[in-house]
């Protein structure tokens, strides 16, 4: 029951992030995507990025389908990102709560950056197909960029630090395990 809480938290911060006024690309959809990947099990970690998306986009309003499959498709990636954050028995903890959501962030953002304009730019819609037009795409992007990172940022050290002082506070110090959905 914990687990779902946790990732129908994720899920509504997430969409709240992106319904409610707020700077073009700062948002915390990327950063509950890391997370997500850290603390839940893979098909949960998957169903909080992918629900983040679907729920805010049926509510804001469905855009190019080619270009929204990149974007879904660059959201698992994330949620990936966020997984490899605690693999090979390395868990996040006091001394890499900061370090592991930075690197994921920043891993993510730029991940998110690439796939989510390479969509747009093949969508065909917004871009000639040509190498001009490519490169039109990303340095039109380059300003929503600042702000996907910087959000990210912002919101996974909150999202990860928040939950670390959390479980030492209820745990005693002892670490939770990754989430399992079984």
């Known amino acids: 029951m914990k687990k779902i809480i946790l990732a129908i938290t994720l899920i509504a911060v997430a969409v709240a992030s992106r319904l409610l006024p707020h700077q073009p690309n700062f948002t915390a959809v990327l950063a509950a995507a890391l997370f997500a990947g850290a603390y839940l099990s893979g098909s949960l970690a998957t169903f909080v990025a992918l629900a983040s998306m679907a729920v805010s986009d049926a509510m804001m309003g469905y855009y190019n389908p080619q270009s929204m499959a990149f974007d879904y498709s660059a959201m698992v990636l994330v949620m990936l990102v966020g997984m490899s954050l605690t693999m090979n028995?390395?868990?996040?903890?006091?001394?890499?709560?900061?370090?592991?959501?930075?690197?994921?962030?920043?891993?993510?953002?730029?991940?998110?950056?690439?796939?989510?304009?390479?969509?747009?730019?093949?969508?065909?819609?917004?871009?000639?197909?040509?190498?001009?037009?490519?490169?039109?795409?990303?340095?039109?992007?380059?300003?929503?960029?600042?702000?996907?990172?910087?959000?990210?940022?912002?919101?996974?050290?909150?999202?990860?630090?928040?939950?670390?002082?959390?479980?030492?506070a209820i745990r005693g110090g002892k670490p939770l395990k990754r989430i399992s959905y079984s």
């Open 89 to 168: 028995g390395r868990k996040i903890d006091g001394k890499r709560v900061i370090s592991a959501p930075l690197a994921g962030s920043i891993a993510g953002s730029i991940l998110f950056f690439v796939i989510s304009n390479l969509g747009v730019f093949l969508s065909g819609e917004l871009y000639p197909l040509t190498w001009s037009g490519l490169i039109a795409c990303y340095v039109a992007a380059i300003p929503f960029f600042r702000n996907t990172i910087l959000s990210t940022l912002t919101f996974s050290l909150v999202l990860f630090a928040s939950y670390e002082v959390a479980l030492k």
